[in-house]
């Protein structure tokens, strides 16, 4: 099972929005709704920010937003905050009843 | 409150052996899907391998033959058993649960780290 594609790095300054994208097959992302998002910071353990595509978990800012088209889901930072500056996961349910997470980005508050 | 901590993490020649443990509180881990992840050291996040509330198992195929996921239901504790380790198993492992209701992995442990060197 491959990794999903992220892009290595986004920027942006504060205030700003970003998006990062996580792209897939049809036999993971495209497959179900069932992306997750995870954060984390150095030295961390991740934290799940998004799951099943769209849905925040409770305490997580609604400045994180989540969709999906096709084969590639998207994490949409709003309101960019010095706070957000971390490392950025996305994973997906596969049909071979596994999980795959992606490449990480790392989100640079400038 | 849910809590993972893992144990057991350390420095191991290649070719040798290590059981990673995962102390659960504030849920039944018989009762969940549970699951390891690894992050070499600079890398990104890997699924390991995980063990559903009815005892099925998966593994990753890197590990597949040689890992084995298991709990004690008595401690509330998952484990890991790591055999023929090899430097590219470097990295810290952390335990994860899935979340009752939805495919995703809402609560993990703080890690372990791993080390596989002569």
């Known amino acids: 099972q491959s990794a999903l594609t992220q892009p290595a790095s986004v920027s942006g300054s504060p205030g700003q929005s970003i998006t990062i994208s996580c792209t897939g097959t049809s036999s993971d992302v495209g497959a179900y709704n069932y992306v997750s998002w995870y954060q984390q910071h150095p030295g961390k353990a991740p934290k799940l920010m998004i799951y099943?595509?769209?849905e925040r978990p409770s305490g997580v800012s609604n400045r994180f937003s989540g969709s999906k088209s096709g084969n590639t889901a998207s994490l949409t930072i709003s309101g960019l905050q010095a706070e957000d500056e971390a490392d950025y996961y996305c994973?997906?349910?596969?049909?071979?009843?596994?999980?795959?997470f992606g490449t990480g980005t790392k989100v640079t508050v400038l | 409150e849910v809590q993972l901590v893992e144990s057991g993490g350390g420095l191991v020649q290649p070719g040798g052996s290590l059981r990673l443990s995962c102390a659960a509180s504030g849920f039944t881990v018989s009762s969940n899907y549970m699951t390891w992840v690894r992050q070499a050291p600079g890398k990104g996040l890997e699924w390991v391998s995980f063990?559903?509330?009815?005892?099925?198992?998966y593994y990753a195929d890197s590990v597949k033959g040689r890992f084995t996921i298991s709990r004690d239901n008595s401690k509330n504790t998952l484990y890991l058993q790591m055999n023929s380790l090899r430097a590219e198993d470097t990295a810290v492992y952390y335990c994860?649960?899935?979340?009752?209701?939805?495919?995703?992995?809402?609560?993990w442990g703080q890690g372990t780290l791993v080390t596989v060197s002569s």
């Open positions: 099943d595509v769209s």
């Open positions: 063990i559903y509330a009815g005892g099925s198992t």
């Open positions: 994860a649960r899935k979340a009752n209701t939805a495919m995703t992995l809402d609560y």
């Open positions: 994973s997906s349910y596969t049909s071979s009843s596994t999980y795959v």
